[in-house]
T-cell receptor, first 116, second 113 residues
């Protein structure tokens, strides 16, 4: 079974703090993603990475950065946390089904971040 | 602008009956669609997908229908079971290999015994 793990389930930080959210996958997937989930808005893509040291902006990258030094690990960084970054953060990795080109993204359990 | 829309925030269905969840999209470049299920305090889990070359895909109790001309897809669950109670998200991407997904807002499905 694919496993995507996130370093914390719940996190409380103060405004202005630097926050690191870690994600590790164990299936040798090339692609990894960070989303945030907010009520009424669904999941929105923050950043994604197709390979080690590569990153691309998603739909809402402002206020965030990422790091991918190893294939299995993808970190999300909030340089200076703000209250509007209080949210559920979800990491995912993906594989492609050979032959069909179909794919699915596997998600971690999420980190509920509260910024006060 | 919401490119993928799930206009029903919630749906309640009797156990054993059919559940139909709907999703509309506006971007005609979308060509790959997925449905995910999410329980509280867990990450979403993949249910079923469909590419734009098909109009139907089945997997057990789950069937996804795609109507490209209407830019509409639906997920049918038959028969509905109590364990199906969850939030369901549809998602779409522009190119099958790009894997950059755009999600809808989600529909909370409740199956009543």
């Amino acid at each position: 079974d694919v496993k995507v793990t996130q370093s914390s389930r719940y996190l409380v930080k103060r405004t202005g703090e630097k926050v690191f959210l870690e994600c590790v996958q164990d299936m040798d997937h090339e692609n990894m993603f960070w989303y945030r989930q907010d009520p009424g808005l669904g999941l929105r893509l923050i950043y994604f990475s197709y390979d080690v040291k590569m990153k691309e902006k998603g739909d809402i990258p402002e206020g965030y950065s990422v790091s991918r030094e190893k294939k299995e690990r993808f970190s999300l960084i909030l340089e200076s946390a703000s209250t509007n970054q209080t949210s559920m953060y979800l990491c995912a990795s993906s594989s492609v089904f050979e032959g069909t080109g179909d794919y699915e993204q596997y998600f971690g359990p999420g980190t509920r971040l509260t910024v006060t | 602008d919401q490119q993928v829309k799930q206009n029903s925030p919630s749906l309640s269905v009797q156990e054993g009956r059919i559940s139909i969840l709907n999703c509309d999209y506006t971007n005609s470049m979308f060509d790959y669609f997925l449905w995910y299920k999410k329980y509280p305090a867990e990450g979403p889990t993949f249910l079923i997908s469909i590419s734009s070359i098909k109009d139907k895909n089945e997997d057990g109790r789950f069937t996804v229908f795609l109507n490209k001309s209407a830019k509409h897809l639906s997920l049918h669950i038959v028969p509905s079971q109590p364990g199906d109670s969850a939030v369901y998200f549809c998602a779409a991407s522009e190119a099958q290999g790009a894997q950059k997904l755009v999600f809808g807002q989600g529909t909370r499905l409740t199956i009543n015994p």
